[in-house]
């Protein structure tokens, strides 16, 4: 089974703060995913990486940052936090992309509070 | 650029009834169209989808979807639920034929409760 794991499920830190959330998949996957998921507003795409070093802008990036140094690890960082980024995080990954019919496979998520 | 409509937030069912929920999406090409489960406190585990061949797809636990071009609905549903399939369900859509595109795009939810 593919295993997807987020650092921390539960974080609280405070306004200004740089905020790293860490993500790890053991099955040699392509393509990694950041989302946030809000009440009333589903699941939104924040970045994504194809490859290592490689990223692309999601559907809200602003205020947002992300590493992709080796194929099995994606972090996302807050680079200034602020109370609006408190939020469900969750991380997929996913063999080829969602072109080609692959389904995403996700880590249990980092609730994350902003103070 | 592609869409997805569910259009029911929430949705009580009693138990051993039958449930449907609903998903509607927009695209100018071809579609993938997936449905995924969020139990609480989880990540989205998929359920099942639709790449081609027959409209009729089934999945775990027993559930199934159907796709239906000419409306562009991929409707979820089980013919009996079960405590446990208290959750939240998210359907999801990527364009087939867009290749390099990467992103799934999600509904905002549909939260199923079972009455007792």
């Known amino acids: 089974d593919v295993k997807v794991t987020q650092s921390s499920r539960y974080l609280v830190k405070r306004t200004g703060e740089k905020v790293f959330l860490e993500c790890v998949q053991d099955m040699d996957h392509e393509n990694m995913f950041w989302y946030r998921q809000d009440p009333g507003l589903g699941l939104r795409l924040i970045y994504f990486?194809?490859?290592?070093?490689?990223?692309e802008k999601g559907d809200i990036p602003e205020g947002y940052s992300v590493s992709r140094e080796k194929k099995e690890r994606f972090s996302l960082i807050l680079e200034s936090a602020s109370t609006n980024q408190t939020s469900m995080y969750l991380c997929?990954?996913?063999?080829?992309?969602?072109?080609?019919?692959?389904?995403?496979?996700f880590g249990d998520g980092t609730r994350l509070s902003i103070l | 650029a592609q869409s997805v409509t569910q259009l029911d937030s929430q949705v009580p069912v009693f138990e051993e009834a039958p449930v449907e929920l609903r998903c509607n999406y927009s695209?100018?090409?071809?579609?993938?169209l997936f449905w995924y489960v969020q139990y609480p406190n989880q990540g989205l585990q998929l359920l099942l989808k639709?790449?081609?061949?027959?409209?009729l797809v089934k999945g775990i636990n027993g559930f199934e979807a159907e796709f239906n071009k000419s409306q562009t609905s991929f409707h979820l549903r089980k013919p009996s639920v079960h405590i446990s399939d208290t959750a939240e369900y998210f359907c999801?859509?990527?364009?087939?034929?867009?290749?390099?595109?990467?992103?799934?795009?999600f509904g905002t939810g549909t939260r199923l409760t079972i009455i007792p």
């Open positions: 695209s100018s090409v071809s579609v993938y």
């Open positions: 997929a990954s996913s063999r080829t992309g969602a072109a080609s019919g692959q389904p995403q496979h």
């Open positions: 990486s194809y490859d290592v070093k490689m990223k």
């Open positions: 999801a859509v990527s364009e087939g034929s867009n290749f390099g595109n990467e992103k799934l795009t």
């Open positions: 639709y790449l081609s061949g027959s409209t």
